[in-house]
Structure formats: structure tokens, C-alpha cells
């Protein structure tokens, strides 16, 4: 597999349910990243790793809790949403800091989530 | 707030027509990137600008960095069914791993 992979495509879960979103990169990043996307709304930033630690938590709501093992897997685990939090949820990687990072960051398909 | 606002937001037009899409904002970056993303995909990077007054070319697509580092531009020549999608701009505040992604432009070509 080449890329960053994202599992699942789709999630349905009620608002009592607890599920993770897995993320993985195959391009030997140092770098991983959250991000939101709504309709109608920019792309969120949520969470940034880099070298397995977390850089920035930008004011992202404690049911949602990233974990991050080492610099090729970022999982983000959900418990109690709300059906406002239905949206897609981004995966990208980049070279990270300490490294030639060109900035550019690649992106997964994304996990569709939807809270009923 | 750290803003990037682009304009137009939706963008309808036939195939063969030119179009310009803005990203402003009042921060300074030290690079900006600009994506493409199709419905049912992640974003896909088009460009990366980083010295301002940068001017790139990728075939039909001419990307432009403002001289002050915080606004840019993608002008599209001879538009084409294929360039449908959601273009997006992100600017990279430096010494940070921080990207802000603009407001999104929706294009659609009409063939």
C-alpha cells in the first residue's frame, strides 16, 4: 500500500457508542495530523503529532481523543458525540519538523462519520 | 481569528472560459499550498508557493504568492470538464506545523 490509509470509509454510531478512526502512512512521515471537514465550513485543524508527540490540540472537545503509537499509525477515538460532530474526518501526513519538511501535507479519503 | 478567505466561493462556468480564484488573509505565511479535492476523496496538493512574488506554472494553472506572503492566487486558462472539484489554499505559519485552510472555491465546468 502506498499513501495514507484511512479505516473506516464510513461510520454510522449513536451517541452512546465508542469507535476510533485509524489512520496509517506508508511514506515514512514524521508528522500526522487531524482535520475536520463540515459542509459549509474550512477545514479544521483538530490534532497534530509530531514524532509521536502531540504539538497542538486546537480547542477540540475531550470526547474526542487522538492517539498516536508511533509516526506511521494516528488513531482518533470517540465516545458520547453528538450529531453535530457528523462530518469527515481527514488524515494527512507530512515530513515533520526537524526534518527538510517542504510543507506539503497528503492527505487520506477520509472517514465519513455520521451520529445519529 | 487566522483567516484565509477565498472568493469566489462557487464558480460556474463553460469549458474553455479563464478564472482567477483569490486567497486572502491578514497573516503572513511561510509557504501556501493549494489543493484540489473531489467529492468522496482527501484534498490533493496542486502547488506549493513559499517566496513572495512567486509566480508557478502547472500546464493550465498559473499560482501566484503575494509579495507580502499572505495572499495568493490560481488563475485557470482554457478551463476544462476535469478541473471540477473543491480548490482549496492552506498557509503554513512559520516555524509551526500549524496549516489553515481557506474557506474553499467549488468550481464547476460546464462542457
Known amino acids: 500500500e502506498t499513501g495514507v490509509t484511512q479505516t473506516p470509509r464510513h461510520l454510522v454510531m449513536g451517541m452512546t457508542n465508542k469507535k476510533s478512526l485509524k489512520c496509517e502512512q506508508h511514506?515514512?512521515?514524521?508528522?500526522m495530523y487531524w482535520y475536520k471537514q463540515s459542509a459549509k465550513k474550512p477545514l479544521e485543524l483538530m490534532f497534530v503529532y509530531n514524532f509521536k508527540e502531540q504539538t497542538e490540540n486546537n480547542s477540540v472537545p475531550s470526547r474526542f481523543s487522538p492517539e498516536c503509537p508511533n509516526s506511521s499509525h494516528l488513531f482518533l477515538h470517540l465516545h458520547t458525540l453528538q450529531p453535530e460532530d457528523s462530518a469527515l474526518y481527514l488524515c494527512?501526513?507530512?515530513?515533520?519538523?526537524?526534518?527538510?519538511?517542504?510543507?506539503?501535507?497528503?492527505f487520506g479519503e477520509g472517514s465519513r462519520l455520521t451520529v445519529l | 481569528t487566522q483567516l484565509l478567505e477565498q472568493s469566489p466561493q462557487f464558480l460556474s462556468i463553460q469549458e474553455g472560459e479563464n478564472l482567477t480564484v483569490y486567497c486572502n488573509s491578514s497573516?503572513?505565511?511561510?509557504?501556501l499550498q493549494w489543493y484540489r479535492q473531489e467529492p468522496g476523496e482527501g484534498p490533493v496538493l496542486l502547488v506549493t508557493?513559499?517566496?513572495?512574488?512567486e509566480v508557478k506554472k502547472l500546464k493550465r494553472l498559473t499560482f501566484q504568492f503575494g509579495d507580502a506572503r499572505k495572499d495568493s492566487s490560481l488563475h485557470i486558462t482554457a478551463a476544462q470538464p476535469g478541473d471540477t472539484g473543491l480548490y482549496l489554499c492552506?498557509?503554513?505559519?512559520?516555524?509551526?506545523?500549524?496549516?489553515?485552510f481557506g474557506t474553499g472555491t467549488r468550481l464547476k465546468v460546464l462542457a
Open positions: 492552506a498557509g503554513q505559519f512559520s516555524g509551526t506545523y500549524k496549516y489553515i
Open positions: 494527512a501526513s507530512s515530513q515533520g519538523q526537524g526534518t527538510l519538511d517542504t510543507g506539503e501535507l497528503f
Open positions: 511514506l515514512g512521515h514524521n508528522a
Open positions: 497573516s503572513v505565511f511561510s509557504s
Open positions: 508557493v513559499v517566496t513572495g512574488g
